[in-house]
């Protein structure tokens, strides 16, 4: 058998249902490209689920872990420290607002926000204070495990759940003519539960369908859960580290949330680290002699001494005036495929970002995610030496910062022509 063969023998993937699935296998990634066992080339337009922001196989980022390897390679992570993990929360401290001041270490976007919402419903109970709801977007996707479900609108993805996950107050996500409709469902909100904390997805929400909404909002959002005594929780496991054209999406206001949600690029794309980032007011909430205030949480591979090496090296890199040009010239060139492509007769929407760029694609099927545009556009697009990974009808790119501009042009072409191929079936 071959490698593929194999995988379906014995594998259970992610996002997929196994009785059809069809699996690729990789050999070697290089820059923006994936080489398959064929070695036919794939250019990585999604960044390997929005983590390879700095392009596969950097040798910068690859010569630092290999240094690390051979000093040290794990250490338990409670009553122990090591020089990565505190290089890297100093780092991260220097280029996150002035308000952050302590970073807790987790595996992963989800363990992130899970440790985000355990720090906000537990600040108020280590202060003796009965407020344990969380108000987040209706489209919210926070991640897979349960904390992080709770917090995620409902969808496919939570259904078999339901039943299971916390209440949480949904409001309106603040989409362009919305605004006013989600400011006025998060007052209520506030008055009517006074809610522990409010989290969201600064100005991109990624899962819900790469949905956008405007600066402006949030920073009076955010102002008003500050005058009402409302944690505000930023998950920035997307949109953080260049992607949305700033360093952090909530760099585009000047309100900053009270905890930040890292992960995704934070490596580059070569390990898994989560990062949870917050205010001494919260962090002062669990300084006590009363042992029960302690905040009981961490993963085997808290602070794992390679992960944070990767990412210190993925800071170096970001740091570099060579990435922010990077970034600049794709989302100059994002700006320039919208203008051409907006009025086509297929696309309902179209929206950017920084480096992102969706577009909404006219369908009869209302299934959200598991529309059948989704798995025509993947294959088609895998002829074609591409992966993008549709949300449902929104086909998006979320391309590494190396990326060259043919390349670009050639992923637009190409999604032109199946707008173009497609367009009657998408029309009637």
Same mark, same amino acid.
């Given at each position: 058998?071959?490698l593929?063969?194999?995988?379906?023998?014995?594998?259970?993937?992610?996002?997929?249902?196994?009785?059809?699935?069809e699996v690729?296998?990789?050999?070697?990634?290089?820059?923006?490209?994936?080489?398959?066992?064929?070695?036919?080339?794939?250019?990585?337009?999604?960044s390997?689920?929005?983590?390879?922001?700095?392009?596969?196989?950097?040798?910068?980022?690859a010569?630092?872990?290999?240094?690390?390897?051979?000093?040290?390679?794990?250490?338990?992570f &409670?009553? $122990?420290?090591?020089? =990565?993990? !505190?290089e890297? /929360?100093?780092?991260? @401290?220097?280029?996150l %607002? #002035?308000?952050?001041?302590?970073?807790?270490f987790?595996?992963?976007?989800?363990?992130a926000?899970?440790?985000?919402?355990?720090?906000?419903?537990?600040y108020w109970?280590?202060k003796?204070?009965?407020?344990?709801?969380?108000?987040?977007?209706?489209?919210?996707?926070?991640g897979?495990?349960?904390?992080?479900?709770?917090?995620?609108?409902?969808?496919?993805?939570?259904?078999?759940?339901?039943?299971?996950?916390f209440?949480?107050i949904?409001?309106?996500?603040?989409?362009?003519?919305?605004?006013?409709?989600a400011f006025?469902?998060l007052?209520?909100?506030v008055?009517?539960?006074?809610p &522990?904390? $409010?989290?969201?997805? =600064?100005? !991109?929400?990624? /899962?819900?369908?790469? @949905?956008?909404?405007? %600066? #402006?909002?949030?920073?009076?959002?955010?102002?008003?859960?500050?005058?009402?005594?409302?944690?505000?929780?930023?998950d920035?496991?997307?949109?953080g580290?260049y992607r949305?054209?700033?360093?952090?999406?909530?760099?585009y206001?000047s309100e900053?949330?009270?905890?930040?949600?890292?992960?995704?690029?934070?490596?580059g794309?070569f390990?898994?680290?989560?990062?949870?980032?917050?205010?001494?007011n919260?962090?002062?909430?669990?300084?006590?002699?009363?042992?029960?205030?302690?905040?009981?949480?961490?993963?085997s591979?808290?602070?794992?001494?390679?992960?944070?090496?990767?990412?210190?090296a &993925?800071?170096?890199l970001?740091?570099?005036?060579e990435?922010?040009?990077?970034v600049?010239?794709?989302?100059?060139?994002?700006?320039?495929f919208?203008?051409n492509?907006?009025?086509?007769?297929?696309?309902?929407?179209?929206?950017?970002?920084?480096?992102?760029?969706?577009?909404?694609?006219?369908t009869s099927?209302?299934?959200?995610?598991?529309?059948?545009?989704?798995?025509?556009?993947?294959?088609?697009?895998?002829?074609?030496?591409?992966?993008?990974?549709?949300?449902g009808n929104?086909?998006?790119i979320?391309?590494?910062?190396c990326?060259?501009?043919?390349?670009?042009?050639?992923?637009?072409?190409?999604?032109?022509?199946?707008?173009d191929?497609?367009?009657?079936?998408?029309?009637?």
């Amino acid at each position: 058998m071959n490698l593929c063969e194999r995988d379906l023998q014995h594998v259970w993937h992610p996002y997929t249902q196994m009785k059809d699935a069809e699996v690729i296998g990789i050999e070697r990634g290089e820059g923006a490209y994936l080489f398959d066992i064929n070695n036919k080339k794939y250019i990585d337009a999604v960044s390997s689920w929005w983590v390879n922001t700095l392009g596969h196989t950097n040798k910068y980022i690859a010569s630092k872990i290999s240094e690390q390897l051979n000093k040290l390679e794990q250490v338990i992570f &409670a009553g $122990f420290t090591h020089q =990565p993990a !505190v290089e890297l /929360a100093e780092r991260l @401290l220097s280029i996150l %607002p #002035e308000n952050q001041k302590k970073i807790f270490f987790s595996d992963n976007g989800s363990t992130a926000v899970e440790v985000a919402l355990k720090m906000s419903i537990q600040y108020w109970s280590n202060k003796g204070i009965k407020k344990n709801k969380i108000i987040a977007f209706r489209d919210a996707y926070h991640g897979d495990t349960f904390g992080a479900m709770s917090a995620s609108g409902r969808s496919v993805f939570t259904r078999a759940f339901d039943d299971f996950l916390f209440d949480v107050i949904f409001i309106e996500t603040p989409l362009k003519g919305c605004e006013e409709r989600a400011f006025e469902e998060l007052k209520i909100s506030v008055f009517k539960n006074e809610p &522990a904390a $409010f989290i969201f997805e =600064p100005l !991109v929400l990624g /899962a819900g369908g790469m @949905l956008m909404y405007e %600066p #402006e909002i949030l920073e009076r959002m955010i102002h008003f859960c500050k005058q009402h005594n409302v944690i505000t929780i930023a998950d920035e496991v997307m949109t953080g580290f260049y992607r949305t054209g700033k360093l952090f999406a909530t760099d585009y206001i000047s309100e900053k949330p009270d905890i930040y949600c890292m992960s995704k690029g934070i490596t580059g794309g070569f390990l898994p680290l989560g990062v949870t980032a917050c205010n001494n007011n919260i962090f002062d909430a669990f300084i006590s002699d009363d042992k029960t205030k302690t905040l009981y949480h961490g993963h085997s591979y808290t602070a794992n001494p390679i992960s944070c090496t990767a990412a210190l090296a &993925a800071l170096d890199l970001y740091e570099n005036k060579e990435c922010e040009e990077n970034v600049k010239r794709i989302e100059n060139s994002h700006q320039i495929f919208f203008q051409n492509i907006s009025s086509h007769p297929s696309v309902i929407d179209i929206r950017q970002r920084g480096t992102i760029l969706a577009i909404e694609i006219k369908t009869s099927d209302n299934t959200g995610y598991i529309n059948s545009i989704r798995d025509k556009a993947y294959k088609y697009f895998l002829e074609k030496g591409i992966i993008l990974r549709p949300l449902g009808n929104v086909i998006y790119i979320l391309p590494p910062y190396c990326i060259n501009n043919s390349d670009l042009e050639y992923i637009y072409s190409e999604i032109e022509n199946f707008l173009d191929m497609h367009c009657d079936q998408f029309i009637k």
